[in-house]
């Protein structure tokens, strides 16, 4: 009897196990966890092709009568007025710096006019009246900065050119044009002359696309550095990456 009991005992176990084991192959397999995806920031790219508007004022001095002769006197005076322009330019990042070449040109309204003393090879030869306006200036320049997200510290330095029309009136003891040794060619001149541009700006990127800038550049230029001006420009870019 306890055998026969031993042996039912026996079979319900196995039939149990066979029922659980059965059961448990018809659950789904239990789900693996996963912690939570931290999600990465985008960091901001100023690599492209750029085009832009700029505009802002310029103040310094001319020496314009060097446009007539280097023999002159150089009658300084202050300059200054407004400018607006386009801008071009490239530029690549690796890691957080920017390097690229950028060009512009602006068309200005930079004048002054002043009456005084005119030399000729050092000897006083009259007073006389000078205006000067500068019409244009434009620059080919590379740009070297510090990205830190949005935001693009830089400086620059390369190439100018500015072209000046002066007009020389009242002239007192020489007349224009008449090819004496102390006369100037003529009353009006219109020159382009090469110079030299350096800066600084600070640009911030709006959208991947769409940056502002703030920027100072000064600007020598001249045989006889006819012109120092400096700057102080805003401007817009839209990029277009690469």
Not at 132 to 161: P, Q
Not at 167 to 180: D, E, K, R, Y
Request: glycine share 14%; aromatic share 10%; charged share 10%.
């Amino acid at each position: 009897m306890k055998v026969w009991t031993s042996r039912v005992i026996a079979a319900g176990a196995i039939a149990g196990s066979v029922t659980a084991n059965a059961y448990a192959a018809d659950l789904p397999p239990a789900p693996v966890y996963r912690a939570p995806e931290t999600p990465v920031a985008q960091v901001y790219n100023w690599t492209g092709i750029y085009l832009g508007v700029n505009g802002g004022y310029g103040i310094g001095e001319s020496t314009p009568m060097s446009l007539y002769s280097d023999s002159f006197s150089a009658f300084d005076f202050s300059a200054s007025g407004g400018l607006v322009g386009l801008t071009a330019g490239a530029q690549i990042q690796s890691g957080h710096t920017v390097i690229g070449v950028e060009a512009d040109i602006d068309w200005a309204d930079i004048s002054s006019s002043a009456t005084g003393a005119v030399a000729f090879n050092g000897a006083a030869i009259g007073t006389a009246t000078l205006s000067s306006t500068v019409n244009s200036i434009s620059t080919l320049r590379t740009r070297i900065g510090y990205a830190a997200d949005r935001w693009l510290f830089y400086v620059t330095g390369g190439l100018a050119v500015t072209n000046e029309k002066s007009t020389l009136t009242g002239p007192i003891g020489f007349v224009c044009g008449t090819g004496a040794a102390n006369s100037p060619p003529c009353s009006s001149a219109i020159e382009f002359h090469p110079g030299f541009a350096a800066g600084a700006g600070v640009e911030y990127g709006f959208t991947e696309n769409l940056s502002a800038r703030g920027e100072w550049i000064w600007v020598g230029a001249g045989a006889v550095t006819t012109l120092k001006e400096n700057m102080l420009r805003t401007g817009l870019n839209w990029r277009f990456g690469m």
